[in-house]
Nanobody, 126 residues
Framework: QVQLVESGGGLVQAGDSLRLSCAVS????????LGWFRQAPGKERERVAA????????KYSDSVKGRFTISRDNAKKMLYLDMDSLKPEDTAVYYC???????????????????WGQGTQVTVSS
């Protein structure tokens, strides 16, 4: 069974930085991709960033490009999201998710993300 547990959320001010972490346990077969998603109140869950198994390809949503950085440490089974220049509109519950057998062409396909964490709240005050 695969489990993902996020941590690092909190209340920050606009312009601050924050690092989210996601611990992955269990066995994921094949070349698995990892991603960060977020959901604000009253809005649909949206993609934030994704990374393939060997970190050679990453993708970001336009709203976070240049401010957020996704990374992973396969030896530690950890996923990270470094968030800089935070804005109030970044306020949301952030989820990490895992997908098996993804490539650079498919890592952005949310339908492939089968395993999800419980989420961590990020609140950015103005």
């Amino acid at each position: 069974q695969v489990q993902l547990v996020e941590s690092g959320g909190g209340l920050v001010q606009a312009g601050d930085s924050l690092r989210l972490s996601c611990a992955v346990s269990g066995r994921i077969f094949g070349s698995y991709g990892l991603g960060w998603f977020r959901q604000a109140p009253g809005k649909e869950r949206e993609r934030v960033a994704a990374i393939i198994w060997n970190s050679e390809y990453t993708k970001y949503s336009d709203s976070v490009k240049g401010r957020f950085t996704i990374s992973r440490d396969n030896a530690k089974k950890m996923l990270y999201l470094d968030m800089d220049s935070l804005k109030p509109e970044d306020t949301a519950v952030y989820y990490c998710a895992a997908a098996s057998l993804v490539t650079p062409r498919t890592v952005w396909d949310r339908r492939l993300y089968y395993y999800w964490g419980q989420g961590t709240q990020v609140t950015v005050s103005s």
